[in-house]
């Protein structure tokens, strides 16, 4: 596989959109091609090789940190966090974070894991979510909910090895533009209450992938 400088662990990323068609057309192209070209996906979109990292039980939630592959880049993390000791069918949640030009967490920044908030990540939260983890919220009212690293964020973050010293160099002056501030030195670089049931849905944020939901069905019907 050819190594790209600027892509890193996302090398793999150009073959496999190289295998869905050409990616320099020598003559002109409609928008809905490029749009055809931009939104591919893998195989039937389910989650492929997924592993169960490790879980926790903490305030009144059970929590288990999943990972799984998309095909190309780094491994997704996500959080599936529910009522503690909840063994029956619940409604379910995909939950999703803003953009916020601050990659270096994904589901960390409406969510806590094992080790519970994280001290870098609290100014920010604190800024566009009033300080708190409304996942781990919804999980304790009675929700499954689960929370993934989406595509260059968290675990599938470009790393900054790879990022280009002008992209670097805005780190800092966006995240004082943006009023968060300085989050940590090395960090900063780079809710409507939904009534779905166990087969339908309701995400929180701005989109999601099919592979998420398919994957949030599996884990609610083995509950």
Known sequence: MPHFTNLGYYSDLVDAAFAQGP??????????????VLRFTLGDEQPAVVRSV????????????????????PRTHAFILKPA???TPLPGIVALY????????????????????LASIQPFR???YGGRAFANELAREGFVVLIHDTFLWGSRKLPL?????????????????????????????????PTSTK??????????APTSRQLLRTKIELR
């Open 23 to 36: 990616l320099f057309p020598t003559t002109h192209v409609s928008v809905q091609t490029v749009r055809e």
């Open 54 to 73: 490790r879980s926790w039980k903490c305030d009144g939630i059970d929590g288990e940190e999943l990972s799984w592959t998309v095909g190309f880049g």
């Open 85 to 87: 000791n909840a063994h």
């Open 98 to 117: 803003d953009h916020g030009h601050f990659k270096f967490f994904g589901k960390e920044k409406v969510a806590d894991g094992p080790e519970g908030p």
């Open 126 to 128: 604190d800024t566009y």
């Open 161 to 193: 090895e790879n990022m280009p010293e002008a992209d670097l160099s805005l780190a800092d002056p966006a995240g004082s533009a943006l009023g968060h501030g300085m989050i940590d030195e090395q960090v900063l670089r780079i809710m409507a209450r």
């Open 199 to 208: 087969t339908r849905l309701r995400n929180i944020a701005l989109c999601s």
